[in-house]
């Protein structure tokens, strides 16, 4: 396995064990340097608001890494995240329900927005990074995969933006976001990137709307991350600036075509748990869901939206059926290989969003 090349997946819904078994297949700890190594855990926590909302990474994903790392003999393990400007992260990862974790695993919180930082050369742009994650011997950064109101995705390359300090997160969004973003990438410590892909929201990065997909992903390169990324979410690589601006800064390779995508499972209809807010109401009024598996229905729910962003969703005749109960049924329109004898039918376990986007703006009566 080309690790730089790969993209491990896993479906559920008992996050600690998927984490845990993720972690195994990648064989994280032959990558630490030694037990005493200080292994920094990175969340996504950028506002006080609950990981069911969309925002935030889920506590579990803390949980199943501390434990995997445990079991390994690792012991100098550090949660460490500083929120955007305007949050107190002491309050917001109570929120978050982090405090329980801390305590359960006696693992220690640092909030970064009190940590003391220094300037760093990045490719050209000067860049205040805080010391304490600097420091790490490796370092897990865990974002959640959604979308955002300015970059229009957020994940593991805008994730690191939570190691600066309060008035560089100022001056960031003064360049514009995209060219720092790139910038700080090539000097911030992202050793792997554990993704929170279990119900990231649809297009903003403080939730409201979240999609449940129930995936947890797995991969090294944060390019190549970010790029798969927007093809799961129905966009293009080069909608999001930022990440061909850190590939030619040699950061990474947003080829998806190469990359070798590693499935541990497949989505099951018994992991579907979908909690629909105002705007995925809306959205799934096209579609006509049979036991449909969360990651299907999640990339399905994608689609429709960037129609919807696009103006090309309009009024059809068919609604769109996805799931298992369509298994050796006939019918109009389907997405998914449970559909596969339907006759307009999209094949994928489960295809992207951005697939579902073309094959509906060409195919949907």
Aim: charged fraction near 25%; proline fraction near 5%; aromatic fraction near 6%.
């Amino acid at each position: 396995m080309d690790k730089r090349r790969s993209i491990l997946m896993i479906h559920g819904t008992d996050y600690v064990s998927m984490v845990k078994e993720l972690l195994e297949k990648a064989d994280i700890a032959s990558e630490i340097p030694g037990p005493d190594a200080e292994i920094v855990l990175k969340p996504n926590l950028v506002t006080d608001s609950a990981p069911s909302q969309g925002a935030t990474t889920h506590p579990e994903l803390l949980a199943g890494t501390i434990e995997y790392l445990k079991e390994h003999g690792f012991r100098n393990i550090v949660i460490m995240e500083g929120s955007w400007v305007g949050c107190i992260t002491e309050y917001a990862y109570k929120v978050a329900g982090y405090d329980s974790v801390c305590r359960k695993y006696d693992v220690p919180f640092v909030d970064l927005q009190k940590d003391s930082s220094r300037e760093y050369d990045c490719a050209g742009m000067k860049i205040r990074i805080c010391d304490r994650p600097m420091k790490a011997d490796y370092l897990i950064n865990m974002p959640v995969l959604k979308g955002h109101c300015q970059t229009t995705v957020t994940c593991a390359l805008k994730n690191l933006k939570g190691i600066i300090p309060n008035a560089e997160k100022r001056r960031f969004h003064t360049l514009g976001l995209h060219k720092p973003i790139a910038h700080l990438s090539v000097k911030a410590k992202d050793s792997f990137i554990l993704v929170d892909n279990i119900c990231g929201d649809l297009d903003f990065e403080e939730g409201g709307n979240p999609v449940q997909m129930d995936r947890i992903l797995g991969v090294w390169d944060p390019v190549l991350c970010d790029a798969f990324v927007c093809e799961s979410m129905g966009y293009e690589v080069d909608d999001v600036p930022y990440i061909r601006m850190a590939e030619k800064l040699g950061v990474g390779s947003a080829d998806t075509s190469g990359a070798e995508i590693l499935r541990l499972n497949e989505p099951s209809v018994k992991s579907s748990r979908f909690r629909m807010t105002g705007r995925v109401k809306r959205l799934a009024q096209n579609t006509d869901p049979q036991d449909a598996c969360s990651a299907c229905y999640g990339s399905l729910i994608h689609a429709l939206n960037r129609m919807s962003e696009d103006g090309t969703l309009g009024k059809h005749r068919n609604r769109i059926a996805i799931g298992q109960g369509y298994k050796g049924k006939s019918g109009e329109i389907g997405v998914g290989q449970c559909t596969s004898c339907f006759k307009k039918t999209l094949k994928g376990c489960p295809p992207k969003a951005s697939e579902i986007r073309a094959f509906l703006e060409d195919e949907w009566d």
